[in-house]
Protein backbone atom coordinates (compact mmCIF):
# COMPACT_ATOMS: atom_id res chain seq x y z
CA UNK A 1 0.00 0.00 0.00
CA UNK A 2 1.48 3.26 -0.98
CA UNK A 3 1.26 6.14 1.61
CA UNK A 4 3.37 9.15 2.29
CA UNK A 5 5.71 8.11 5.20
CA UNK A 6 7.64 11.61 5.52
CA UNK A 7 7.18 14.10 8.95
CA UNK A 8 3.78 15.05 8.58
CA UNK A 9 4.27 18.39 10.85
CA UNK A 10 6.26 19.51 7.84
CA UNK A 11 3.08 19.26 5.41
CA UNK A 12 1.05 21.45 8.44
CA UNK A 13 3.75 23.59 7.77
CA UNK A 14 3.63 23.39 4.75
CA UNK A 15 -0.04 24.60 4.58
CA UNK A 16 0.43 27.30 6.94
CA UNK A 17 -2.34 25.52 9.56
CA UNK A 18 -3.20 22.68 11.75
CA UNK A 19 -4.40 19.75 9.63
CA UNK A 20 -4.56 18.04 12.79
CA UNK A 21 -2.30 14.71 11.47
CA UNK A 22 -0.73 13.69 15.06
CA UNK A 23 -3.64 13.59 17.27
CA UNK A 24 -3.34 14.95 20.61
CA UNK A 25 0.43 16.91 19.70
CA UNK A 26 -1.42 19.03 17.38
CA UNK A 27 -3.06 20.74 20.13
CA UNK A 28 -0.27 20.67 22.27
CA UNK A 29 2.83 23.64 22.14
CA UNK A 30 4.51 21.22 20.88
CA UNK A 31 3.08 21.48 17.43
CA UNK A 32 5.74 22.47 15.26
CA UNK A 33 2.96 25.19 13.63
CA UNK A 34 3.31 26.93 17.10
CA UNK A 35 6.43 27.83 16.93
CA UNK A 36 7.58 28.09 13.48
CA UNK A 37 4.19 29.11 11.71
CA UNK A 38 5.54 29.37 7.77
CA UNK A 39 6.59 26.96 5.17
CA UNK A 40 9.42 24.23 5.70
CA UNK A 41 12.54 24.56 3.80
CA UNK A 42 15.32 27.41 3.56
CA UNK A 43 13.23 29.87 2.07
CA UNK A 44 9.80 29.04 4.19
CA UNK A 45 9.43 32.89 4.90
CA UNK A 46 9.71 34.02 1.34
CA UNK A 47 7.01 31.62 0.45
CA UNK A 48 4.32 33.77 2.88
CA UNK A 49 3.67 36.39 0.25
CA UNK A 50 0.73 36.61 -1.53
CA UNK A 51 0.54 34.03 -4.40
CA UNK A 52 -1.44 33.58 -7.89
CA UNK A 53 -5.16 31.85 -8.43
CA UNK A 54 -3.48 28.97 -9.86
CA UNK A 55 -0.97 28.73 -6.17
CA UNK A 56 -4.18 29.12 -4.15
CA UNK A 57 -6.20 26.25 -6.16
CA UNK A 58 -3.14 24.07 -5.79
CA UNK A 59 -2.87 24.63 -2.06
CA UNK A 60 -6.25 23.78 -1.69
CA UNK A 61 -5.87 20.75 -3.80
CA UNK A 62 -3.06 19.85 -1.62
CA UNK A 63 -4.66 20.23 1.60
CA UNK A 64 -7.19 17.95 1.00
CA UNK A 65 -4.89 15.06 0.17
CA UNK A 66 -3.59 15.40 3.15
CA UNK A 67 -5.93 15.77 5.66
CA UNK A 68 -7.38 12.64 3.95
CA UNK A 69 -4.32 10.79 3.57
CA UNK A 70 -4.74 10.12 -0.02
CA UNK A 71 -2.38 9.70 -3.14
CA UNK A 72 -2.16 12.25 -5.69
CA UNK A 73 -3.71 9.28 -8.38
CA UNK A 74 -6.11 8.07 -5.71
CA UNK A 75 -7.22 11.61 -5.13
CA UNK A 76 -7.55 11.77 -9.26
CA UNK A 77 -9.73 9.18 -9.50
CA UNK A 78 -12.37 10.37 -7.09
CA UNK A 79 -12.28 13.88 -8.28
CA UNK A 80 -13.25 11.41 -12.10
CA UNK A 81 -15.53 9.49 -10.44
CA UNK A 82 -16.96 12.84 -8.82
CA UNK A 83 -18.09 14.48 -12.30
CA UNK A 84 -19.83 11.26 -13.25
CA UNK A 85 -22.41 11.80 -10.47
CA UNK A 86 -25.61 13.89 -10.10
CA UNK A 87 -25.31 16.85 -8.36
CA UNK A 88 -22.40 19.58 -7.15
CA UNK A 89 -18.89 17.90 -7.99
CA UNK A 90 -16.68 19.28 -5.03
CA UNK A 91 -19.68 17.84 -2.63
CA UNK A 92 -19.67 14.63 -4.32
CA UNK A 93 -15.86 14.56 -3.94
CA UNK A 94 -15.73 15.38 -0.10
CA UNK A 95 -18.49 12.65 0.30
CA UNK A 96 -16.26 9.69 -0.81
CA UNK A 97 -13.74 11.19 1.00
CA UNK A 98 -15.64 10.96 4.46
CA UNK A 99 -17.24 7.72 3.43
CA UNK A 100 -13.43 6.28 3.48
CA UNK A 101 -13.18 3.03 6.29
CA UNK A 102 -10.58 5.22 7.79
CA UNK A 103 -12.15 8.09 8.17
CA UNK A 104 -15.07 6.61 9.07
CA UNK A 105 -12.64 4.70 12.14
CA UNK A 106 -11.75 8.71 12.85
CA UNK A 107 -14.58 9.65 12.96
CA UNK A 108 -15.78 7.35 15.42
CA UNK A 109 -13.17 7.89 17.96
CA UNK A 110 -11.10 5.38 17.64
CA UNK A 111 -8.41 6.82 15.99
CA UNK A 112 -6.29 9.80 17.43
CA UNK A 113 -5.41 10.99 14.11
CA UNK A 114 -6.60 9.27 10.41
CA UNK A 115 -3.70 7.96 10.01
CA UNK A 116 -3.97 5.99 13.32
CA UNK A 117 -7.41 5.07 11.91
CA UNK A 118 -6.21 3.69 8.98
CA UNK A 119 -3.86 1.21 10.97
CA UNK A 120 -6.22 -0.21 12.92
CA UNK A 121 -8.44 -1.19 9.63
CA UNK A 122 -4.93 -2.30 7.90
CA UNK A 123 -4.57 -4.53 11.19
CA UNK A 124 -7.94 -5.97 11.18
CA UNK A 125 -9.64 -4.32 14.03
CA UNK A 126 -12.24 -2.83 11.61
CA UNK A 127 -15.68 -4.89 10.96
CA UNK A 128 -18.12 -3.42 8.49
CA UNK A 129 -21.51 -5.83 8.76
CA UNK A 130 -19.93 -8.31 11.00
CA UNK A 131 -17.20 -8.96 8.38
CA UNK A 132 -13.26 -7.67 8.52
CA UNK A 133 -12.35 -4.70 6.24
CA UNK A 134 -8.56 -4.53 5.45
CA UNK A 135 -8.79 -1.42 3.04
CA UNK A 136 -8.34 1.67 4.49
CA UNK A 137 -10.63 2.95 1.09
CA UNK A 138 -13.47 0.95 1.16
CA UNK A 139 -16.39 3.06 1.14
CA UNK A 140 -19.38 2.56 3.23
CA UNK A 141 -22.94 2.93 2.51
CA UNK A 142 -26.10 4.32 3.42
CA UNK A 143 -27.19 1.53 6.14
CA UNK A 144 -23.78 -0.03 6.92
CA UNK A 145 -22.97 -0.95 10.62
CA UNK A 146 -18.99 -0.13 11.47
CA UNK A 147 -17.89 -1.63 14.63
CA UNK A 148 -14.12 -2.49 16.63
CA UNK A 149 -13.94 -6.46 16.90
CA UNK A 150 -14.71 -7.78 20.42
CA UNK A 151 -10.81 -8.53 20.70
CA UNK A 152 -9.70 -5.03 20.05
CA UNK A 153 -11.80 -3.19 22.56
CA UNK A 154 -9.50 -4.36 25.18
CA UNK A 155 -6.33 -2.51 23.54
CA UNK A 156 -4.89 0.41 25.47
CA UNK A 157 -4.12 2.94 22.52
CA UNK A 158 -8.04 2.13 21.70
CA UNK A 159 -9.67 2.04 25.38
CA UNK A 160 -7.60 5.19 25.53
CA UNK A 161 -8.57 7.22 22.26
CA UNK A 162 -12.54 6.35 23.40
CA UNK A 163 -11.95 7.51 26.94
CA UNK A 164 -10.26 10.75 26.27
CA UNK A 165 -11.05 11.72 22.96
CA UNK A 166 -13.40 14.64 22.60
CA UNK A 167 -14.97 14.37 19.43
CA UNK A 168 -18.51 14.90 18.42
CA UNK A 169 -19.71 11.83 16.19
CA UNK A 170 -21.15 13.51 12.86
CA UNK A 171 -24.77 13.73 12.50
CA UNK A 172 -24.76 10.96 9.44
CA UNK A 173 -23.28 8.52 11.59
CA UNK A 174 -25.06 6.85 14.63
CA UNK A 175 -23.31 5.70 17.69
CA UNK A 176 -24.01 2.29 20.07
CA UNK A 177 -22.32 -0.54 21.50
CA UNK A 178 -20.94 1.92 24.23
CA UNK A 179 -18.81 3.41 21.41
CA UNK A 180 -17.31 0.68 19.90
CA UNK A 181 -20.22 0.52 16.71
CA UNK A 182 -21.43 3.48 14.34
CA UNK A 183 -24.25 2.87 11.78
CA UNK A 184 -24.51 5.24 8.52
CA UNK A 185 -27.55 6.96 8.76
CA UNK A 186 -27.78 9.05 5.72
CA UNK A 187 -24.48 10.28 3.13
CA UNK A 188 -22.88 13.05 4.21
CA UNK A 189 -23.74 16.31 3.89
CA UNK A 190 -21.48 19.62 2.96
CA UNK A 191 -22.71 21.03 6.18
CA UNK A 192 -21.75 17.96 7.92
CA UNK A 193 -18.76 18.20 6.72
CA UNK A 194 -16.47 20.20 9.21
CA UNK A 195 -13.39 19.83 7.01
CA UNK A 196 -11.78 23.52 6.51
CA UNK A 197 -11.17 23.57 2.57
CA UNK A 198 -12.92 25.49 -0.48
CA UNK A 199 -13.96 22.19 -2.54
CA UNK A 200 -14.38 24.60 -5.49
CA UNK A 201 -10.89 25.50 -5.96
CA UNK A 202 -10.18 21.90 -6.36
CA UNK A 203 -12.71 21.60 -8.71
CA UNK A 204 -11.08 24.92 -10.97
CA UNK A 205 -7.82 23.32 -10.68
CA UNK A 206 -8.96 20.30 -11.97
CA UNK A 207 -11.29 21.48 -14.89
CA UNK A 208 -8.53 23.60 -16.36
Known sequence: MARYTGPVCRLCRREKMKLFLKGPKCDSMKCPIERRPYPPGDHGRDRMRQGSEYLAQLREKQKTRRIYGVLEKQFVNLYEEATRQ??????????????????????????????????????????????????????????????????????????????????????????????????????????????????QLVIELYSK
Open 86 to 199: DGITGENLLRMLELRLDNVAFRAGWGASRSQARQLVRHGHVLVNHKRVTIPSYRVRQGDVVTLAEASRQLIVIRHNVDTLDRQVPPWLEAGAEGFEVTVRILPLREHIDVPVRE
